[in-house]
């Protein structure tokens, strides 16, 4: 008489061999599980609460599981209820209405603070070095690009990039902009 082979009988069968403890089967199958239960979440920290989640109750219930081969379609269906229950479970903000309410915009600021914040920048603006008013005229009055500014002026665009950096500079450091920020 021959003796059994040792090997699996079928093809296929070694994907779900038998696993002797709950740490050995989550070592093993824990990175696949993880991919399902992010595809059905959107956020991967989500994912990993599910799926810890969907484990403990796999553990729960692992001595009365007589198929270790059918194991990951046991988590997975775990998953998936844990997660309609969680969906069932999420709180709705939204209400139906008769009429659609107005958002509540920001106030308007108040046209003499907008004029004296204009008023104080443009002072600042013209305490400038010639070239650097150029620069920052051109760039954040007129919207140009830093390739358009250096073109205008005739200058590299790293001499816009460094000289527009020197103007902002002094702009933070004039005291009569220090009540803006």
Request: aromatic letters at 6%; charged letters at 25%.
């Amino acid at each position: 008489m021959t003796p059994p082979p040792s090997g699996p009988v079928c093809a296929g069968a070694s994907q779900y061999a038998s696993f002797p403890t709950f740490t050995s089967y989550v070592r093993a199958r824990g990175p696949v599980l993880l991919r399902t239960a992010r595809s059905l979440t959107a956020n991967p920290s989500d994912a990993e609460d599910l799926l810890q989640t969907a484990l403990a109750k796999t553990f729960m219930a692992w001595e009365r599981i007589e198929d270790h081969r059918a194991l990951d379609g046991y988590v997975r269906r775990a998953l998936l209820n844990t997660r309609t229950s969680q969906w069932r479970k999420r709180k709705v903000d939204e209400f139906v209405c008769e009429e659609l309410p107005e958002p509540a915009g920001l106030p308007e600021p108040d046209p003499a603070e907008r004029q004296a914040l204009h008023d104080a920048m443009w002072r600042a603006v013209l305490k400038l070095p010639e070239r650097q008013r150029q620069m920052v005229v051109l760039r954040y009055y007129e919207d140009l690009s830093e390739a358009q500014t250096a073109e205008v002026l005739g200058v590299s665009v790293g001499t816009v990039k460094s000289a527009v950096s020197r103007a902002l500079g002094k702009l933070r450091e004039d005291p009569e902009l220090t009540p803006v920020r």
